[in-house]
């Protein structure tokens, strides 16, 4: 892995104490169990409000999806006919109302 070593965010995560890392990997657990339930479920139409459910997590502490240091989040999904993007700023709260573009091909 290549890393920017003057980037502070970059040794951040790269110098974790051995107790902020179970929270960091916390985090990954949490998304590979998301994934897992996606894979298992043919309701395509919910893909939309779960990856925007992950989002709004808060669990982890500070490396939460929903954490001060997120700027802005985009989910998409594409078909063959058509992209349906979802766009917030900061980070995704529950009863945030994305801006959602359409576009049909």
């Known amino acids: 892995m290549f890393s920017d070593e003057a980037d502070p965010r970059t040794r951040e995560i790269e110098d974790l104490l051995p ?3 179970g929270w960091f ?3 990954a657990e949490n998304t590979a169990n998301l994934l897992k339930a ?3 479920s043919s309701a395509i139409p919910e893909e939309m409000d779960s990856v ?4 709004t997590s808060r669990a982890c502490g ?3 999806y929903a954490n ?3 700027k802005a989040y985009l989910i998409s999904h594409q078909t063959p ?3 349906e993007l979802w766009l917030g700023a900061g980070p995704a709260f529950k009863n945030d109302h994305p801006t959602v573009i359409k576009i049909m091909i």
Not at 52 to 55: G, I, K, P
């Open 19 to 21: 107790e902020e890392r």
């Open 25 to 27: 990997e916390g985090r």
């Open 38 to 40: 996606r894979r298992q």
């Open 52 to 55: 925007f459910n992950m989002l």
């Open 62 to 64: 500070k490396w939460a």
């Open 68 to 70: 001060q240091h997120v």
């Open 81 to 83: 006919s058509d992209t």
